[in-house]
């Protein structure tokens, strides 16, 4: 069974830093590229940044972008995404995603794998 499991959501002001991780397992961790994609009430899952397999590439929206900041660790399975300067339009759920051959990072079709998701709120 493969399982993504997000966690480090919650509530934060704005301008504030929030940092989320990702615990993958029962997948080739090292071949997959990993990414965060992210929902809010009524609107479509939006691409916000991803990084492949060995860390020598990253994608993400223009919105985040000298923000946030996606990491991995393949030793410990587990990817990371650094949120800083958060904004209230920020707040979504957070799910996790892994997929290898990709052609389309930004695309959800893209993807094999979802974590169930993480609320990140930012007050104003």
């Known amino acids: 069974q493969v399982q993504l499991v997000e966690s480090g959501g919650g509530l934060v002001q704005a301008g504030g830093s929030m940092r989320l991780s990702c615990a993958a397992s029962?997948?080739?961790?090292?071949?997959?590229?990993m990414g965060w994609f992210r929902q809010a009430p009524g609107k479509e899952r939006e691409f916000v940044i991803a990084i492949n397999w060995n860390g020598g590439r990253t994608y993400y929206t223009d919105s985040v972008k000298n923000r946030f900041t996606i990491s991995r660790d393949n030793a410990k399975n587990t990817v990371y995404l650094q949120m800083n300067s958060l904004k209230p339009e920020d707040t979504a759920v957070y799910y996790c995603?892994?997929?290898?051959?990709?052609?389309?990072?930004?695309?959800?079709?893209?993807?094999?794998?979802w974590g169930q998701g993480t609320q990140v709120t930012v007050s104003s």
């Open positions: 029962g997948l080739p961790f090292s071949s997959y590229t």
């Open positions: 995603v892994a997929g290898r051959g990709i052609v389309g990072v930004t695309t959800v079709a893209s993807y094999n794998y």
